[in-house]
């Protein structure tokens, strides 16, 4: 059987980002069924306007839709502002809406937030924006995985427990995209 392709999109554009390096650990410990695409072109994005959510899509939007598209399954990783999704991050899933890539694909996310809250805004808006693009939510494939800065060696989370429950994630994705 070939291996799942699982999308790992990063909510940060920060270059040291924490989300990020979860999720290249993510990819680093991915079971043999599932091939990892790690995504970071979060800034390529232009910002959402219906005007242009028409065909010929910029080709930014195409390029993202496309790699939705040819997934089995996403994997999310976001840090919190104020209390909500990265404004970057919430223009990305704009972006998703007028498409169907999104709709009944499975979808987990990775809450990596060491803080007292859990970055528990942002997550609840991720589920209420899935939702209305009808993802498929996974329970088993969305936990919160805490991750401090000194995790972090030259952009990846080196510290094991954290690495293995990234790939316990992935496995329950692959499951539900199976
Ligand atoms: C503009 C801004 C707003 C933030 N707001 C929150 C917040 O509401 N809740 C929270 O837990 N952390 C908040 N943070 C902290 C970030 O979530 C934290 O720095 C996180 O590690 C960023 O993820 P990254 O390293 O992947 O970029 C904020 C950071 C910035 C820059």
Redesign the pocket.
Known sequence: MSPVRILLLSG?T?S?????ALLRAAAEVAPVDVEPVLWTDLMALPHFDPDDDVEPLPAAVARMRGAIADSGAVLVCT?????ALPGSFKNLLDWTVGGTETSAKPFGWIN??G?P?G?A?AHDELRTVLTYTDARIVPEACRAIPVQRADVVDGVVVVEPVRAATAEVLRALAAAAA
């Open positions: 940060s920060r040291a980002s924490t989300n990020t840090p919190e502002y104020a209390g990596a937030s803080r809250g970055a805004g």
